[in-house]
């Protein structure tokens, strides 16, 4: 028993350097999608890799293998940290997100949601400890409150 905790010991510690390898491996990044011209551009374009919006990063397959695998292991060594735990969604959730979109874009209230963004917030989450715990604002607050956690702050999506 005492090898096995040594072993689970020095794994859980080399898993704490993680998120360190993670912010590195996004600090390059930048560096790996210059636009033709720019300075470190290489001038090749692919175009399967645009950015979808302003503060877009476009990662190709590789990269976002590599951001998936170390975003998963930080965010499992470290749940805190929402920004591993979104790059985790952000790079498996691909077809989940497409299909959340479409589903979105079906109804009045979710294309009403998709025009105007909105952003949450801890005041306009506020009415939600007041409902019933068996809904879904009353689950929020719950799951909010018991782990500490405020809407607001949380990062801007980037």
Wanted: with cysteine; net charge positive.
């Amino acid at each position: 028993m005492a090898l096995r905790s040594a072993s689970f010991s020095r794994a859980v510690r080399s898993v704490q350097h993680l998120p360190l390898a993670y912010e590195q491996l996004l600090a390059q990044v930048p560096q790996l999608h210059t636009a033709p011209g720019q300075p470190g551009s290489s001038g090749r374009h692919d175009s399967s890799h645009d950015t979808l919006y302003p503060t877009h990063v476009p990662l190709n397959p590789l990269q976002k293998g590599a951001v998936a695998v170390f975003s998963a292991l930080g965010a499992l060594s470290n749940p805190a940290r929402a920004d591993l735990v979104a790059a985790v969604g952000e790079t498996f959730g691909n077809a989940a997100i497409r299909n959340m979109a479409a589903r979105m874009q079906a109804s009045p209230t979710g294309r009403q949601i998709l025009a105007e963004r909105p952003r949450i917030t801890d005041a306009a989450v506020a009415h939600c400890w007041d409902l019933p715990p068996t809904t879904f604002g009353g689950a929020y607050a719950q799951f909010m409150g018991v782990r500490g956690f405020k809407a607001d702050d949380r990062p801007a999506v980037r």
